[in-house]
């Protein structure tokens, strides 16, 4: 078990120097990480041979993910992930976590050459370990991340949908459009329906539209189809019963659903994975002043 008996009394000894009753409870908690966080470097760089490093950065590297500060817990992930075993030493517990938080890291704030550099690294440093060919594997499916299009991007969506209708995105000028990746058998899918199906009742008639991706499999096409029918969806749906194999999310990079897409009335994506009231505050937002309600 590691030791943890510096950074409980570091915790302890700050947690004294603070004054809970002038503050709630976030503030308490983000100036008590602050304290440590400092502390904690204080002590590595005068030990920084320290037995407990590793511990100690592992608390960093919380704490400033607790703290958003995103360019020193990356700068600390880049240090820990070059001090793992590459090649036929390499330890996959140990290695693909570290890997992966610092490629996530870099993903979520938009740096993704970064994070495309971090991915190629990671291709070579798995080279000559017995399960190389399973990892690469892993590592060409989170390459697909970087197909995945952001705000300002423009998606092209053409296809017969499942009610049998020609669809081609680029003709929904001045439209603002919801695209939903989306399965049946996804439960946070089916739990944000009643949010996607209120923003449609409220704003269709001002010119909101919404297109269904779904990742449905061939032998579910009739389940599918009920569901549609039940829940009153008459929006259209794209549907190969290729599951995660989906054209178009293979396309655009999907990797995990629910995933949408809001593209404003210029054809650009406005909004990315909007979740409960925020979906309808955007639609309104980017309809502009025809979707204010009478």
Same mark, same amino acid.
């Given at each position: ?8 009394? !570091?915790?302890?000894?700050?947690? %004294?120097?603070?004054?809970?009753f002038? /503050?709630?409870?976030a ?7 602050? =304290? ?28 400033y993910?607790r ?18 075993? $590459? ?8 290695f ?15 740096? $993704? ?21 399973r ?26 949908s499942? /009610? ?6 680029? #003709?929904l000028?001045d $439209?603002?459009? %919801? ?5 049946t ?11 996607? /199906? =209120?923003?449609?009742?409220?704003y269709?008639? #001002? ?9 449905d499999?061939?032998?579910d096409?009739?389940k ?6 039940? $829940? ?11 599951g995660? +194999?989906? !054209?178009?999310?293979k396309?655009? +990079?999907?990797?995990s ?22 979906? +309808? ?7 502009g002043? #025809?979707?204010?309600?009478?």
């Open positions: 078990m590691k030791n943890r008996s510096l950074l409980a009394a !570091a915790s302890a000894i700050l947690a %004294l120097q603070i004054p809970a002038a /503050q709630n409870a503030e308490l908690i983000e100036e008590h990480t602050k =304290k440590a966080a400092t502390a904690v470097e204080a002590y590595l760089q005068k030990n920084p041979e320290a037995k407990d490093s590793t511990e100690a950065v592992d608390f960093l590297i919380e704490s993910s703290l958003g500060m995103t360019e020193r817990q990356a700068q600390l992930l880049e240090q820990k992930y070059q001090g793992l075993a $590459k090649g036929a030493d390499l330890d996959p517990p140990e693909f976590p570290v890997f992966q938080e610092l490629f996530a890291l870099h993903m979520e704030n938009g740096g $993704k050459i970064k994070a495309k550099s971090t991915l190629e690294r990671a291709r070579k440093d798995i080279e000559g370990h017995p399960q190389a060919n990892f690469a594997k892993f590592l060409d499916s989170l390459g697909s991340e970087f197909n995945q299009p952001g705000i300002g991007d423009i998606m092209t969506l053409n296809f017969t499942l /009610q049998g209708e020609k669809f081609d995105l680029a #003709k000028k $439209k603002v459009v %919801l695209i939903d990746f989306w399965a058998w996804c439960g946070p899918c089916i739990a944000e329906l009643p949010n996607v /199906q =209120k923003a449609y009742a409220d269709h008639d #001002k010119g909101f539209e919404i297109v269904g991706i779904s990742l499999r061939a032998a096409k009739e599918l189809e009920n569901f549609i029918k039940e $829940k009153k969806m008459p929006w259209p749906q794209a549907y190969d019963g290729e995660w +194999g989906n !054209a178009i999310a396309k655009y +990079g999907i990797t659903i629910p995933a949408t897409f809001l593209v404003g009335k210029d054809g650009k994506i406005v909004e990315t994975n909007l979740r409960g009231d925020a979906l +309808g505050v955007a639609v309104g937002k980017h309809l002043d #025809k979707a204010e309600k009478n």
